[in-house]
């Protein structure tokens, strides 16, 4: 019975810091504006919803910029949500080698399960390697279908071609509100 208190207890006083609850995007912000638009979307995957509803924070890309041949990269910018809160403000660089070819936009979110994870993350210790997909036009997605380290992360195909079988690297750099 304890143990039921304590960890009735323990959900009741994190509920609130649930990344799943209702952040607002600054209206004059086209960045949040289209990272708020890229968070409905990908809300509306039924598939999704235990991880809005675990994770502690999210990272939110509207736009990731992908292109290679034999040698890739690809840039994006997004914003780091914790709870309701925007944090501030990722950008995402990816340098990649291997059989690759084409060009591609994708949309992606990071759930960060624990707050932990989110602190490496806004620390600069989350990379991201190895890379394998086929993507044409708006078909396409990219998934890890459970957590991994505290981590989970979904893609989805805004436009473009691109066949990949590389090695990646991906890198993440956090701007804290005020910094940008």
Same mark, same amino acid.
């Given at each position: ?42 809300? @509306?995957?039924? /598939?999704?919803?235990?991880? #809005?509803?675990? +994770? *502690?924070?999210? $990272?939110?890309?509207?736009?990731? !910029? ?53 602190? @490496?993350?806004? /620390?600069?210790?989350?990379? #991201?390697?190895? +890379? *394998?997909?086929? $993507?044409?036009?708006?078909?396409? !997605? ?39």
């Amino acid at each position: 019975m304890p143990a039921l208190v304590a960890g009735l207890l323990f959900l009741l006083l994190t509920l609130p810091l649930r990344a799943g609850a209702e952040w607002q995007p600054d209206s004059d912000s086209p960045l949040e504006q289209r990272s708020a638009a890229a968070v409905s979307e990908f809300q @509306e995957r039924e /598939a999704l919803q235990p991880y #809005f509803q675990e +994770a *502690a924070a999210f $990272a939110v890309f509207p736009g990731i !910029t992908r292109g290679g041949f034999i040698l890739g990269g690809a840039s994006g910018k997004g914003l780091l949500v914790e709870g309701d809160t925007l944090a501030g403000v990722v950008r995402q660089f990816r340098l990649s080698v291997g059989p690759q070819f084409g060009y591609q936009n994708q949309s992606q979110i990071i759930f960060f399960r624990t707050a932990a994870a989110a602190e @490496e993350f806004r /620390a600069g210790r989350t990379e #991201f390697n190895g +890379a *394998a997909g086929l $993507a044409a036009g708006a078909w396409g !997605t990219s998934i890890t279908p459970a957590w991994v380290s505290d981590v989970a992360v979904f893609a989805q195909t805004q436009f473009g071609l691109m066949v990949e079988a590389s090695l990646a690297g991906t890198r993440f750099r956090f701007e804290p509100l005020g910094e940008d």
